[in-house]
């Protein structure tokens, strides 16, 4: 598949247009560098890379992360993943869809009184598992379940 | 500047259930529009929920997140009448800051 011309004319697209934003003074170049999105983790196109770009070394299977999503999904354009992690001092969830082209959809910080629990829509090109991972105390807990997609959200 | 966001904030016991709708395409870059050209990016990628200014919530998303996206949060230790900020940044530099008072 000749991807190379594809991904080409992906980013122009992108650049075009944040150029031309930067250009109308609607963006100011600091607020790019403030932001903390993590473009590495988000850009990374296997979950093992995404997960490596996280910072999360190795992986501890738990029980005590709950995920809620239906086991058929009719429609892969909303996809209702419901996270409650029950791993103590939960600092942060992310969900990744193992199958996306770019697998890491989410990630949420939880600080004063929030408790560690999100439920998100999510798109699904196809089936595939949906693996959270939850970050406490330094370490790294992880779940999965599958979802099963019979129309799938990407190609519109 | 975008729509405002929907927020509705209830509380059960002392736990604020927050629950958000923000107006968004969440283009993934990789539809095609009717001439076959690519619909370039377009989505969230940063927002954070204050409570009375109070950063609670940071999340980065990605272009997996359905357009028009939902989050419900849940917030412990909140009390009626407290303040519930919303905001969120995309990849354009499009930003939105909507707030809500906890009922």
């Known amino acids: 598949m000749p991807t190379n011309r594809r991904n080409a004319l992906k980013r122009a697209g992108a650049a075009g247009t944040l150029g031309a934003a930067m250009a109308a003074g609607l963006l100011r170049p600091q607020d790019l560098l403030a932001a903390g999105w993590n473009k590495d983790a988000f850009g990374a196109k296997s979950p093992l890379d995404a997960v490596k770009n996280l910072g999360a070394g190795s992986l501890t299977d738990s029980k005590d992360i709950v995920i809620e999503a239906p086991q058929i999904a009719e429609n892969g354009a909303v996809v209702p993943i419901e996270v409650t992690s029950n791993v103590p001092n939960t600092k942060s969830i992310a969900v990744l869809i193992e199958k996306n082209p770019f697998p890491l959809a989410a990630k949420f910080?939880?600080?004063?009184?929030?408790?560690?629990?999100?439920k998100v829509n999510v798109k699904m090109g196809e089936s595939s598992n949906v693996r959270v991972i939850a970050e406490a105390g330094g370490k790294h807990f992880t779940a999965m379940k599958e979802v099963k997609v019979t129309i799938g959200g990407c190609g519109g | 500047m975008a729509d405002p966001m929907k927020i509705r904030a209830t509380l059960k016991?002392?736990?604020?259930?927050?629950?958000?709708?923000?107006?968004?395409?969440?283009?993934?870059?990789?539809?095609?529009?009717?001439?076959?050209?690519?619909?370039?990016?377009?989505?969230?990628?940063?927002?954070?929920?204050?409570?009375?200014g109070k950063t609670v919530i940071e999340g980065q998303i990605s272009q997996a997140i359905s357009r028009n996206p939902v989050f419900s949060f849940r917030v412990k230790g909140a009390k009626a009448g407290d303040k519930v900020e919303i905001s969120w940044l995309d990849n354009k530099g499009d930003k939105n800051l909507t707030e809500a008072a906890i009922a």
Do not use: C, W, Y
Request: proline share 6%; charged share 25%.
């Open chain 2, 13 to 52: 016991g002392d736990v604020a259930d927050v629950r958000v709708l923000m107006a968004h395409p969440m283009e993934t870059g990789q539809r095609k529009d009717n001439a076959g050209k690519i619909i370039p990016v377009h989505f969230i990628q940063e927002m954070s929920v204050k409570v009375n």
């Open chain 1, 109 to 118: 910080d939880f600080m004063d009184g929030a408790m560690p629990f999100v």
